[in-house]
């Protein structure tokens, strides 16, 4: 599986969860944030991406545009599950109403 078809993967299984859960929305929480930004800038220094050479090789034709500094089974590995600890959760306002979309309101009027 590429890294490309792990991420879609883990994407449909957390609407799915979404969905069974009734969430409305999912906000990654700051210090989850803050601490895979430190993760990336920790591994960027053991790589050619680093500042100080990053202007010279990407202005190469060769060089190829990276996300992150890890392998495809590294990336593979961090989205393999799907961790609702990690974000901020919203859920559906419960309501006994029907909600009615926008072309069913206007009809009724």
């Not at 202007?55 to 089974?73: E, F, G, I, L, N």
Request: no cysteine; proline share 3%; hydrophobic share 40%.
């Amino acid at each position: 599986m590429t890294i490309i078809e792990a991420a879609l993967d883990l994407l449909v299984r957390t609407m799915i969860e979404m969905r069974r859960e009734k969430w409305s929305s999912l906000d990654v929480r700051s210090e989850t944030q803050a601490k895979y930004n430190a993760e990336v800038q920790a591994a960027l220094q053991t790589t050619v991406y680093t500042p100080a050479v990053a202007r010279v090789y990407t202005s190469t034709k060769m060089a190829k545009q990276h996300d992150v500094p890890w392998s495809t089974r590294v990336l593979h590995d961090r989205v393999r599950a799907f961790d609702a600890r990690q974000y901020l959760i919203s859920h559906l306002p419960t309501t006994s109403a029907k909600k009615t979309s926008a072309v069913e309101a206007t009809a009724a009027s």
